[in-house]
């Protein structure tokens, strides 16, 4: 089945990194993304990650994929202030048509 | 072309009233998605077009929901008779079909969404 989880909360200090996790349940997946919505805002896309890799970095954003644990995480170093939004992390499933399945997000607050 | 477009931006209606949204997908996407997301929640797929053939509907979609795209470009969403449930935000994404190397298959970009109030 496609169900996605995330903590609903993270609070971190401006500077500190910022680690948002995501578990799924289906072993189909073939890519996992992360979108950031700020408040009254679509979707905007953060990176992403193909089920064969096992990490991708892309400036301030690591992603980590544990295929084993159907386990992902993003870290965000160096968090600012303007991070502050919700963080979603979604599935394309194979064979599972073109939906995107999202997961409930995380709320980050950056505290000064 | 900036991006994925949405109208109107904010819809508060009556109970019983149907509302129409309006997407703007980026040019050259032929794949076009509506997706719907409530408070709290993350978005929840409701169906998608490949150019102006509607190839996927979720469960979610009663037959009070209809969505077009007649020419391959810009869709629809209709509700009709509006029920306080319906109120939500509708996201519209867009995407190119598969394309080998750089972003994967079906990268969606999402629009700001429609915000709609039943009351």
């Known amino acids: 089945g496609e169900d996605v989880e995330q903590s609903l909360f993270l609070s971190v200090r401006e500077g500190d990194s910022s680690v948002i996790n995501c578990t799924y349940t289906?072993?189909?997946?073939?890519?996992l993304y992360w979108y950031k919505q700020e408040p009254g805002a679509g979707l905007q896309l953060l990176t992403y990650?193909?089920?064969?890799?096992d990490m991708k970095q892309d400036q301030r954003l690591t992603v980590l994929l544990n295929k084993k644990d159907k386990h992902l995480s993003l870290r965000i170093a160096d968090t600012q202030t303007g991070d502050s939004a919700i963080y979603f992390c979604?599935?394309?499933?194979?064979?599972?048509?073109?939906?995107?399945?999202f997961g409930t997000g995380t709320q980050l607050k950056v505290e000064l | 072309d900036t991006g994925v477009s949405q109208d109107p931006r904010h819809k508060i209606t009556k109970r019983g009233q149907n509302v129409t949204f309006r997407c703007d997908p980026i040019?050259?996407?032929?794949?076009l998605y509506w997706y719907r997301q409530t408070l709290g929640q993350g978005p929840e797929f409701l169906t998608y077009?490949?150019?102006?053939?509607?190839?996927?509907k979720s469960r979610l979609l009663s037959d009070r929901f209809s969505a077009e795209r007649p020419k391959g470009s810009f869709s629809t969403l209709e509700i009709q008779r509006t029920e306080q449930g319906d109120s939500a935000m509708y996201l519209c994404?867009?995407?190119?079909?598969?394309?080998?190397?750089?972003?994967?298959?079906?990268?969606?970009?999402f629009g700001p969404g429609t915000r709609l109030l039943v009351l």
């Open positions: 994404a867009s995407s190119l079909p598969p394309i080998g190397g750089g972003a994967p298959q079906e990268t969606q970009y």
């Open positions: 289906d072993s189909s997946s073939t890519y």
């Open positions: 990650i193909f089920s064969n890799m």
């Open positions: 979604a599935e394309i499933i194979t064979g599972g048509g073109n939906k995107l399945t």
């Open positions: 040019s050259e996407h032929n794949r």
């Open positions: 077009f490949q150019n102006e053939a509607q190839l996927e």
